[in-house]
């Protein structure tokens, strides 16, 4: 498969589409039959299509009006999702008692677990001691697992994550029953604010695009 360059393309042509040619190697353009089958999602499965619309009119009534977290009270308003559950890094739990709060004040039932709620010896998935953040101490492993199975217990109807570690976070939403949206990505270095890496690489991280840093 021919690499995919949307983030590079000048044409930009599916946002408005028979406006400007499509490019080459345009998946809207080249995978016509795999976009027809994704259309009838969008019409056909109820779920799909609530969220899609949900998902559309927040966009709309918060453009560059409204934070993440408005948003996020906003789009669980207009998928009637009334109890809430957040699955929070141990170390953001003041974040995540802060959100808890606000969303309580709005009205909502909202649910905060932590990443070590069932965690297990890192030892028992394989870990070796000198893989740990620091050898020769106990570790627990984050069980995100965990966090979802609870949550589908209590019947979240949508979970907001809140500074899960990369990997945690991808077996968070594997497990997952209710939609899940991200409020916080973790970034430790960043202030958890990992967009600032990339808008750097050209000068203070500038070592991101070097391969012998990998």
Same mark, same amino acid.
């Given at each position: 498969?021919?690499?995919?360059?949307?983030?590079?393309?000048?044409?930009?042509?599916?946002?408005?589409? *028979?406006?400007?040619?499509?490019?080459?190697?345009?998946?809207?353009?080249?995978?016509?039959?795999?976009?027809?089958?994704?259309?009838?999602?969008?019409?056909?499965?109820? @779920?799909?299509?609530?969220?899609?619309?949900?998902?559309?009119?927040?966009?709309?009534?918060?453009?560059?009006?409204?934070?993440?977290? @408005?948003?996020?009270? !906003? $789009? !669980?308003?207009?998928?009637?999702?009334?109890?809430? *559950?957040?699955?929070?890094?141990?170390?953001?739990?003041?974040? !995540?008692?802060?959100?808890?709060?606000? =969303?309580?004040?709005?009205? $909502?039932?909202?649910?905060? =677990?932590?990443?070590?709620? *069932?965690?297990?010896?890192?030892?028992?998935?394989?870990?070796?001691?000198?893989?740990?953040?620091?050898?020769?101490?106990?570790?627990?492993?984050?069980?995100?697992? !965990?966090?979802?199975? =609870? $949550?589908?217990?209590?019947?979240?109807?949508?979970?907001?994550?809140?500074?899960?570690?990369?990997?945690?976070?991808?077996?968070? $939403?594997?497990?997952?029953?209710?939609?899940?949206?991200? =409020?916080?990505?973790?970034?430790?270095?960043?202030?958890?604010?990992?967009?600032?890496?990339?808008?750097?690489?050209?000068?203070?991280?500038?070592?991101?695009?070097?391969?012998?840093?990998?």
């Amino acid at each position: 498969m021919d690499v995919l360059h949307c983030a590079t393309c000048a044409q930009a042509c599916c946002s408005e589409p *028979g406006t400007k040619p499509y490019a080459g190697n345009c998946p809207t353009a080249v995978e016509r039959e795999l976009m027809q089958q994704v259309e009838s999602i969008y019409l056909h499965d109820e @779920e799909t299509r609530r969220l899609a619309l949900a998902a559309a009119r927040t966009e709309a009534a918060g453009y560059c009006r409204q934070t993440r977290l @408005e948003e996020v009270m !906003a $789009f !669980a308003t207009r998928i009637e999702a009334t109890r809430l *559950g957040i699955a929070h890094c141990v170390g953001l739990s003041r974040e !995540a008692s802060l959100l808890q709060d606000i =969303l309580q004040a709005h009205g $909502f039932e909202a649910h905060a =677990l932590c990443c070590k709620v *069932g965690s297990l010896p890192k030892e028992k998935v394989g870990l070796t001691d000198d893989e740990k953040v620091h050898p020769g101490h106990y570790e627990a492993l984050c069980s995100p697992v !965990a966090q979802a199975k =609870l $949550f589908n217990q209590l019947g979240t109807h949508l979970n907001i994550l809140v500074g899960l570690c990369v990997g945690h976070d991808s077996l968070f $939403f594997r497990y997952s029953e209710a939609p899940v949206t991200v =409020l916080v990505a973790k970034d430790r270095v960043t202030g958890h604010n990992p967009v600032a890496a990339l808008y750097t690489s050209h000068s203070y991280y500038r070592k991101l695009k070097d391969r012998q840093n990998e």
